[in-house]
C-alpha cells in the first residue's frame, strides 16, 4: 500500500497519494490498528517500542511491519486531527506566504497547517528511531 500521509479531515479518514486523496470507511485509529495486526503486532505495542526506543519523546513515530515503514505522526497520536506521515515518502517541508508545506517524493505537495519546525522535529525523531533499529539488528557489524 502506497501512500504519503493518513489524516482526519470533517471526522473522515483520508489516503493522500500523488496530489490526491482517498476516502477510508473507518476510523483512523482502526486502520492503523489493522495495519499493525496484518504483521502480528498492536498498534499500542508499536507505541510502547517506539516509546522504549525514545523514552523522553512524545508523539514518537512508529514502525508498521506491514509497510515496512515509520509512520511520522505530527500531532498528539490521540488527537483525531493528527496527520501521520509516511517517513519513506517525504521529501521536504517549507513556508511559503506564512503558510507550511509538505514535498513529497513522488512531487506532490500538501499544505499542512503544522509549523515545518514541528515537521522537521517529528522527522529527526524517525532519523534517530531508524538508527536505533539499525543498531539492535547489527551483530558485530553485520546484519
Known sequence: MNFNVIY???NKVYLYKNGEKRELNEKIDYYLERLC????ATFKGNMAASKKMLPRSKKVPIYIAS???YLIPLA????SDCLWIKAS???TCYELDGQSYIKFKDRSVLEVVFSTFTIRM?????CELEQKRNEMTMIDGFY
Not at 495486526?37 to 502480528?40: D, F, I, K, N, T
Open 89 to 91: 515518502n517525504y521529501l
Open 122 to 126: 517529528q522527522y529527526q525523531k524517525y
Open 8 to 10: 482526519t479531515d470533517n
Open 76 to 79: 498528539s497520536p490521540a488527537n
Open 37 to 40: 495486526l496484518s504483521c502480528g
Open 67 to 69: 509497510l515496512n515503514d
